[in-house]
C-alpha cells in the first residue's frame, strides 16, 4: 500500500499530528510505503529522514504550486493521498487521479465560520461573515468530492453531517493520538500553571491571564507560563502591566520543545472557545499534568471531571474558580494528572491512531477491487 501524506502548511496541529503518524506507520514491519508531501520546512519538525517530499503549495491560488503537486504524485503514484490540512484537501479534490483514493482529515472550523460549529460560548449561534460562508462553501464542495473525510472528534463528525451535509457513509472518526512519553513525577502542591497555543483569539489568552491575576492576587508565589505567539499576546503582556502584585506570568515566545517545557508545569490550562481535538491538550496529560479546559468542540471527548476539569468557554469566573479549587486541595492534582495519563495512554495514543489509519486505508482499496 502506498500512501501520501499532503500537507501545504508547516506548523500548527495538522502538522504535529502528521509527522507522529509517519514516525510511527513508517517503524512497522509491513507498514504502508509513506511519504510525506509538503513544504521543505517540515524537514525541521522531526520527520523521520527521507519520508519528505518537498513541495509548497502558497496558496489557493498558487498555480505553479499545484502543479508541482501533480508532478511529484504523478510520479510516486499512491493508492491512497490522505489530506491533513483544508488548503491540502482542495488541491487534492481537484488534481488526484481518478483511481487514487482521497482522504481529507477536517482538524477544525476557523473562527470566522465557529458560530455554526461551536455549541458553547461567546462564539455559538455568530453568523459568520462573507469570509466564513465562503469557507464553509468550500469545505462541504470538497467533503463531497473526496472518497472519505476523518472527523477527529464525535462532535466534528456531527458538525460536517449537520452542517456541510458530508454524506454520512464517507465519514469516518478518527480521535487524534499522541507519542506516550514518560511520565513528570507528581507534586502535592500546585504553584504553576502553563498553556500551549498561538495567541489567536480563539485561544482566549486573556481570559487566562484574567482569571490567573485574580487567583494569584493573595497568591503572590504562583506562576503562569505562557508559550506561544500571535496577535493577542501584547494584550495579555498589557494585562500584566496594569495588575498590581500578584504572581509571575512569563511569555515564552514560539517553543518548538513545548512539551519539555510542560515538564516545568504543575496545571495545564486550556481556555480556548474554538478547539475540536487539541494535541496540546494529549499531549499534556499523556505527560501526567492535571488538566483544565473550556468544555468546547471535543474536548469532552477526552477530558471530564473523571480526570481533569472542564470550565465554561470564555468565562473568567469559571477558569478562576477551576484554578483556585487546583491550589486549594493537596493531592488534587497529582490524582487528576495520574487518571489523565491512563485515559491518553488507554485511548488516545499514536499508536492506536495510526491502527485506525491503516484499518481505514485497508477498507478503502478494498471496496476499489
Known amino acids: ?6 500537507l501545504t502548511q508547516d506548523r500548527g496541529g495538522p502538522v504535529d499530528l502528521t509527522v507522529s503518524l509517519a514516525a510511527e506507520l513508517a517503524g512497522r514491519a509491513g507498514g504502508p510505503e509513506l511519504t510525506v508531501v509538503g513544504p521543505g520546512s517540515l524537514s525541521r519538525t522531526g520527520l523521520p529522514d527521507g519520508l519528505l517530499a518537498p513541495v509548497h503549495v502558497r496558496a489557493k491560488t498558487d498555480l505553479r504550486g499545484f502543479a508541482a503537486v501533480r508532478a511529484m ?10 489530506a491533513q490540512d483544508r488548503r491540502a484537501g482542495l488541491v487534492s479534490s481537484l488534481i488526484a487521479s481518478p483511481k487514487t483514493a482521497v482522504v481529507l482529515t477536517f482538524h477544525g472550523v476557523p473562527d470566522s465560520a465557529a458560530g455554526r460549529w461551536v455549541q458553547a460560548g461567546p462564539l455559538r449561534g455568530r453568523r459568520p461573515g462573507l469570509s466564513g460562508g465562503s469557507r464553509l462553501v468550500a469545505d462541504a464542495l470538497v467533503a463531497r468530492r473526496v472518497t472519505c473525510t476523518v472527523a477527529p472528534s464525535r462532535a466534528m463528525a456531527g458538525f460536517l453531517r449537520r452542517e456541510l451535509r458530508a454524506p454520512a457513509a464517507r465519514l469516518r472518526v478518527i480521535h487524534n493520538g499522541v507519542a ?5 513525577q507528581p507534586v502535592d502542591s500546585v504553584r504553576t500553571f502553563a498553556t500551549v497555543g498561538s495567541f489567536e483569539p480563539c485561544k482566549a ?3 487566562l491571564v484574567r482569571a490567573f491575576l485574580e487567583v494569584s492576587a493573595s497568591r503572590p508565589g504562583l506562576r503562569l507560563t505562557m508559550i506561544g505567539d500571535g496577535p493577542d ?10 495588575a498590581r502584585g500578584g504572581g ?3 511569555f515564552t515566545g514560539y517553543r518548538s520543545d513545548a512539551t519539555t ?9 486550556l481556555p480556548s472557545v474554538n478547539e475540536n481535538l487539541p494535541l496540546a491538550l494529549l499531549q499534556a496529560m499523556a505527560a501526567g499534568l492535571p488538566c483544565i479546559a473550556a468544555a468546547v468542540g471535543g474536548i469532552p471527548e477526552v477530558l471530564d471531571n473523571g480526570c481533569g476539569m472542564l470550565v465554561a468557554p470564555g468565562d473568567v469566573g469559571s477558569l478562576r474558580a477551576a484554578m483556585e479549587r487546583m491550589v486549594a486541595e493537596p493531592g488534587l ?6 487518571a489523565a495519563r491512563h485515559r491518553v495512554v488507554d485511548r488516545f495514543s499514536v499508536s492506536r491512531c495510526a491502527d485506525e489509519h491503516q484499518r481505514l486505508w485497508s477498507e478503502m482499496l478494498g471496496r476499489r477491487r
Open 1 to 6: 500500500m502506498k500512501v501520501v501524506f499532503l
Open 248 to 250: 509571575t506570568v512569563e
Open 73 to 82: 504524485l504523478a510520479g510516486l503514484a499512491p493508492d491512497i493521498i490522505h
Open 333 to 338: 492534582g497529582a490524582a487528576l494528572g495520574a
Open 261 to 269: 517545557q510542560l515538564e516545568h508545569a504543575d496545571v495545564f490550562v
Open 233 to 242: 499576546r501584547a494584550r495579555c503582556e498589557e494585562l500584566v502591566r496594569q
Open 180 to 184: 506516550i512519553r514518560s511520565c513528570r
Open 205 to 207: 489568552t486573556p481570559v
